[in-house]
Structure formats: structure tokens, C-alpha cells
């Protein structure tokens, strides 16, 4: 069946950083759109970032161009999200989650495009 396992979370100070990754099972990654999400406490879940399985293209949330980046290794099934220069606002719950339909891509920040979550991993950026 699908699944996804995300890991790396972690605490660390403002200016900090951290790599999350997204490990996929029971589908093709290659052919897939993958989104990373987040939840701060009290706080709806936004969307952070996209990668498209077609083009390359990527996508971010304005809060985090230039600090985020998002990758994939297709052989080993994993997407990446690589974080600098965290700050305390980037803290919450971050989840990855396959687009229902590649053709979704265009609606990355909305949840209804996703068909399948992992469990998430916490980050927390604190002095």
C-alpha cells in the first residue's frame, strides 16, 4: 500500500538548520508530485513546498525562498527538504503528502489535491 515516512525533525537554534526527508513506498515516485505541509500549534496546515515529477519544477511557499530546498532522489524513493536559517516561525509539525494527480500540481497549497499523508515529524526552532 502507499505510504510515506517522514524523518529529521528535530530542535534547533534560530539560524540553524535541518534536512527532513520523505520516504515513499508502494507507488512510483518518479511519476508523482510530492508537497511538504506544515502545522504550527493553533494553526491551520500551509503549504511549504512542491516538487513536480514531470518537469523539475518547484515550488515555495514566499515565506521560505531562499532558505528552503526541495529535492528528490527518485532511486532511492525519498524526497528532500532541506531547511536554512531556520527561524521560530518555521517551527511545527511537517508533513509530506502525494498529489492525487500530478495534473493537481497547479493546487500544491491546497490539502484536498493530496490523496496520501505520512505521520509528520516535529521541528522546533528556539533559542
Known amino acids: 500500500q502507499v505510504q510515506l515516512v517522514e524523518s529529521g525533525g528535530g530542535s534547533v537554534q534560530p539560524g540553524g538548520s535541518l534536512r527532513l526527508s520523505c520516504v515513499a513506498s508502494?507507488?512510483?515516485?518518479?511519476?508523482?508530485?510530492i508537497g511538504w505541509f506544515r502545522q504550527a500549534p493553533g494553526k491551520d496546515p500551509e503549504g511549504v513546498s512542491c516538487?513536480?515529477?514531470?518537469?523539475?519544477?518547484?515550488y515555495y511557499h514566499d515565506s521560505v525562498k531562499g532558505r528552503f530546498t526541495i529535492s528528490r532522489d527518485n532511486a532511492k524513493n525519498t524526497v528532500y527538504l532541506q531547511m536554512n536559517n531556520l527561524r521560530p516561525e518555521d517551527t511545527g509539525v511537517y508533513f509530506c503528502?502525494?498529489?492525487?494527480?500530478?495534473?493537481?500540481?497547479?493546487?500544491?497549497?491546497?490539502?484536498?489535491?493530496?490523496?496520501?499523508w505520512g505521520q509528520g515529524t516535529q521541528v522546533t526552532v528556539s533559542s
Open positions: 508502494g507507488f512510483t515516485l518518479r511519476y508523482s508530485a
Open positions: 516538487t513536480d515529477s514531470r518537469d523539475g519544477m518547484k
Open positions: 503528502g502525494r498529489l492525487r494527480h500530478p495534473d493537481l500540481v497547479g493546487q500544491w497549497t491546497s490539502r484536498s489535491a493530496y490523496g496520501y
